[in-house]
């Protein structure tokens, strides 16, 4: 014998038929805004690795490739790359974050190229690391805190010659 089962949102089934699954409100199968239905968590050394990137897009920082790149094709070796290992180590420009959430606070150090100005140029990076965390990682910055760790001389034309 087989017993009845109904409620007032459910049709009437017995205990040994399937059921498609529970029958819900039109209001409720329709999504939820896209802010509301989930939320994006980007880990810190993603942070990192964006501040890094944003920090070597802005000229008149120095970085170890572009010093080996510019220095071999003047003909000198890699006078930058050089001068970074020498003074610094090869990874700047370094960063660091701290994050929570969608908030971080970034710390970025780097070396600069002789003849920039310190000044601007770390007011160009701070801006542009905040501006490239935004875009790409939907990430507020509370702070961005550069450090001029080291000056390095620019690039030389292969045609000058110093006078001794």
């Known amino acids: 014998m087989s017993t009845l089962t109904q409620t007032p949102d ?91 959430g969608q908030r971080a606070r970034i710390t970025v150090e780097i070396a600069l190229i002789w003849p920039h100005s310190a000044a601007q140029v770390a007011a160009a990076v701070r801006e542009h690391v905040a501006a490239r965390l935004a875009e790409y990682a939907a990430v507020t910055t509370d702070a961005v805190t550069v450090t001029v760790s080291s000056v390095v001389r620019a690039q030389r034309t292969a045609g000058l010659r110093r006078v001794q």
């Not at 790149?69 to 001068?83: D, F, T, V, W, Y």
């Open 10 to 100: 459910r049709p009437a089934t017995t205990p040994s038929e399937p059921t498609a699954g529970p029958v819900t409100d039109t209001a409720a199968t329709q999504l939820a805004e896209a802010g509301q239905r989930g939320h994006l968590q980007v880990a810190e050394r993603v942070v990192v690795a964006i501040a890094r990137a944003a920090a070597m897009e802005v000229p008149g920082v120095a970085t170890p490739t572009q010093g080996r790149a510019a220095s071999k094709a003047a003909g000198l070796g890699s006078q930058i790359g050089e001068q970074l290992q020498g003074a610094v180590g090869r990874t700047l420009p370094r960063a660091a974050a701290q994050v929570a």
